[in-house]
């Protein structure tokens, strides 16, 4: 196995690679580099140089055979291979969103990506209460475009079965299976909460309609094979500024269930608005970055809606000529967002891999608060999510849901 990189391996590493040397340092010998530590699956550092840091610089993301966080988390190198092939895919449907990668280098399971030191994590950015005017038109047509253009409503039925057997992914697709739908809704000793909210996990616990729902939802995971998800779309995966949305991380692309992508994505901006009981520093503040937040969720929605009818309609393959499938199947698409991010918001409150809106929040009362919020809106999702129709049905759910701690 080839050995973590450290801050000296890393630059010498940098400083090696003739690609890197041609299009970003130019020979510069002040290389410095700085851990990017805000993941959970790779070692990534920051390779800059000193005089230069905005303009010179790269990142280099690790994979090892494990979790870089949760070491006893097997995760395949291949992850690697994986992501380069996807960001290939995604460049070709929707560059605008795509982050740009110079190399993939096979023997040593490296990426180098280039640095987009414009931009912040979304996740981060929304604890701040930053609003991103364009996020929804972007995420929205990223999604739209490399789910259709990956499905079968579009590529021939040849040529979609000649893509999937190169983003099988097993490893990374188990850990999803876990974390995401076997864990969360039973004890388990990964999963974890604050202190105080035992009554909401025991009842998610002693609910078996609850985990008959999640468990359906896995199902979909494992055997709808519609288009080549992301797989791991939250705003941890997102960098964003007022101008651009870029997307990252799709090692755990696999063939999956479409609307496991949109309802990740969904499910964070939830818990990013429950997460504001903490954030947001006044009741003004709260409600004002609250309702942005609902109307970026809808509008994500619509622009999804939108584009991707509009691919069928223009660029469909002609082999589903039936505008009421077509409305079946984005009305089912609609429903299935709905639970996988409700399944998607009890991992990450409950389960183990958890993120910076919550961990950011020192105080356990105020956290667990944040927790419960987000723990009933996940289940008011799933329980109604047979009967959702239109965006609005969610977002009404999410705003009249209430925090029921202590
Ligand atoms: C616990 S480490 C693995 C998790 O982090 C990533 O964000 C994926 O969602 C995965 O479930
Ligand atoms: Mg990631």
């Not at 973590?4 to 890197?20: K, Q």
């Not at 701040?128 to 364009?134: G, M, T, V």
């Not at 499910?267 to 997460?275: G, H």
């Amino acid at each position: 196995m080839t050995a973590p990189f450290t801050s000296e391996t890393v630059i010498a590493y940098a400083a090696s690679r003739p690609e890197l040397q041609e299009e970003i340092f130019h020979g510069a010998a002040d290389l410095q580099a700085e851990a990017l530590t805000e993941g959970n699956v790779n070692v990534i550092f920051r390779v800059f140089s000193a005089r230069d840091p905005q303009n010179k610089s790269v990142i280099l993301k690790q994979a090892l055979p494990h979790s870089w966080r949760y070491p006893d988390l097997i995760m395949p190198v291949e992850r690697s291979r994986i992501e380069y092939q996807v960001l290939q895919l995604e460049a070709r449907y929707c560059p605008e969103q795509t982050v740009r990668i110079y190399f993939h280098d096979a023997e040593r399971n490296i990426n180098a990506f280039e640095d987009l030191n414009q931009h912040v994590v979304m996740r981060e950015g929304l604890a701040r209460q930053n609003k991103y005017p364009l996020a929804a038109q972007h995420v929205g047509t990223f999604m739209a475009r490399t789910l259709f253009y990956t499905s079968d409503l579009f590529l021939s039925s040849g040529e979609k079965k000649a893509l999937v057997p190169h983003f099988i992914n097993a490893g990374m697709v188990k850990v999803q299976e876990d974390l995401v739908f076997t864990q969360p809704v039973q004890p388990h000793p990964n999963n974890r909460w604050t202190r105080g909210i035992e009554p909401q996990v025991a009842a998610i616990y002693n609910d078996d309609t609850i985990r008959a729902d999640v468990f359906l939802l896995k199902e979909k995971y494992m055997t709808n094979a519609q288009a080549l998800i992301h797989n791991d779309l939250h705003t941890g995966s997102i960098l964003v500024n007022e101008r651009e949305t870029k997307v990252i991380d799709p090692e755990f692309a696999f063939f999956g269930p479409i609307a496991h992508d949109v309802g990740s994505y969904i499910a964070n901006l939830a818990i990013a608005y429950a997460a504001q009981e903490f954030h947001a520093k006044t009741d003004a503040v709260r409600a004002d970055y609250r309702a942005w937040l609902v109307s970026s969720l809808a509008e994500t929605w619509e622009v999804l809606y939108a584009e991707f009818s509009r691919l069928w309609e223009n660029e469909g393959n002609g082999e589903w000529p039936s505008p009421t499938y077509r409305k079946n199947y984005m009305r089912a698409l609609l429903q299935d967002t709905t639970g996988f991010a409700a399944a998607e918001i009890y991992r990450r409150l409950i389960g183990l891999a958890h993120v910076s809106d919550l961990w950011t929040i020192t105080d356990e009362h105020t956290r667990a608060q944040v927790e419960s919020l987000g723990v009933n809106i996940a289940t008011a999702w799933l329980k109604a999510r047979r009967g959702v129709t239109q965006i609005s049905d969610l977002t009404e759910l999410m705003t009249a849901a209430k925090i029921t701690y202590p």
